[in-house]
């Protein structure tokens, strides 16, 4: 039928193609996306450049850019960004090396090595928050089974203020972490292992290469591009995942382990300041639309080498 809605006829006579029909398929995804993402953005961007404190909402008003000033001129401000950046070095390292490590043990099948694999995967099903109440109770001063084990083989003297010492504190939630963040790259970094050609590494211990030399020139190699989209992907995940620090210290003590993502929470839930919280959130975005751009050009690399 030439004059179908889902057609649009050129002048010469022929029948274009249909772009009213996906479009009209798209929508639903599309005002979607615009309620849950778009709008809370727009929204969050508005009210970074607002006095709007849920205790004092009799004065609500424009005050340009004095949230922003507000957050850079905090006392705690520096302290949190070397956190946010030590929170997600150190975490990453630790579980890039300990999950590689793992993962090429996993990839050599031996007796209950399913069962195994299924023992490592649990931590990654279980809720992050769920987990640092968990690591509380593990590094807790009095009660905690580390502390506990420590006096047991005479290592310490007496109990080591693990969550109530800044620089303790801040180790604890970081080893947490590591071992939270472990699974993810025991499970990609095994997927991408499962794809490495037995035959180059065959022939690579004809040609008398050692296990050393193998990895570092066949198997690194060949699982480059998946190791820098998933530690890029791991890179964003960690620079916004609070739970495991509210799980054990809620940004204590003294907010001396808050990261951004933390302190954000902290903004929005307990002060009920949103503009100073919309604020962060968009100096957060930022950040993570830098990494998103890394991301993005590294998966298109990636695709372009397989072509």
């Given at each position: 039928m030439q004059?179908?809605?889902?057609?649009?006829?050129?002048?010469?006579?022929?029948?274009?193609?249909n772009f009213l029909g996906p479009l009209l398929f798209l929508l639903p995804a599309?005002?979607?996306i615009s309620i849950f993402i778009y709008y809370p953005v727009f929204k969050t961007a508005d009210l970074s450049f607002q006095n709007f404190k849920l205790y004092d909402q009799g004065n609500i008003k424009f005050n340009g850019l004095e949230n922003f000033r507000g957050i850079f001129q905090d006392l705690h401000f520096k302290r949190i960004i070397q956190n946010t950046v030590l929170w997600?070095?150190?975490?990453?390292f630790f579980q890039v090396t300990i999950g590689f490590i793992i993962a090429l043990y996993l990839r050599n099948r031996f007796k209950f090595s399913g069962l195994y694999q299924g023992i490592i995967f649990i931590p990654w099903a279980l809720s992050g928050f769920l987990m640092g109440l968990i690591w509380k109770w593990i590094f807790?001063?009095?009660?905690g089974v580390l502390n506990n084990i420590l006096?047991?083989?005479?290592?310490?003297?007496?109990?080591?203020?693990?969550?109530?010492?800044?620089?303790?504190a801040m180790a604890a939630v970081i080893i947490a972490n590591i071992w939270y963040g472990v699974t993810f790259f025991v499970i990609m970094i095994l997927a991408a292992l499962q794809g490495v050609?037995?035959?180059?590494?065959?022939?690579?211990?004809?040609?008398?290469?050692?296990?050393?030399?193998?990895?570092?020139?066949?198997?690194?190699?060949?699982?480059?591009?998946?190791?820098i989209l998933i530690i890029l992907l791991r890179i964003i995940w960690i620079t916004n995942f609070p739970d495991i620090i509210f799980g054990m210290t809620s940004g204590g003590p003294n907010e001396q382990t808050?990261?951004?993502?933390?302190?954000?929470?902290?903004?929005?839930?307990?002060?009920?300041?949103?503009?100073?919280?919309?604020?962060l959130a968009l100096l957060i975005l930022a950040i993570l639309f830098i990494f998103s751009i890394f991301y993005?050009?590294?998966?298109?690399l990636e695709k372009e080498s397989e072509v």
């Open positions: 004059n179908s809605l889902f057609k649009v006829a050129r002048k010469d006579g022929k029948k274009s193609k599309l005002i979607l997600v070095t150190v975490s990453l807790d001063d009095n009660l006096l047991g083989w005479n290592v310490i003297d007496k109990p080591i203020p693990w969550l109530s010492n800044a620089n303790w050609p037995k035959e180059m590494i065959e022939a690579s211990e004809l040609d008398g290469c050692s296990r050393a030399q193998t990895l570092f020139r066949i198997i690194i190699p060949y699982i480059r591009p998946t190791l808050h990261i951004l993502s933390s302190w954000l929470v902290q903004k929005i839930t307990y002060d009920q300041d949103w503009g100073s919280g919309s604020a993005l050009l590294a998966t298109r």
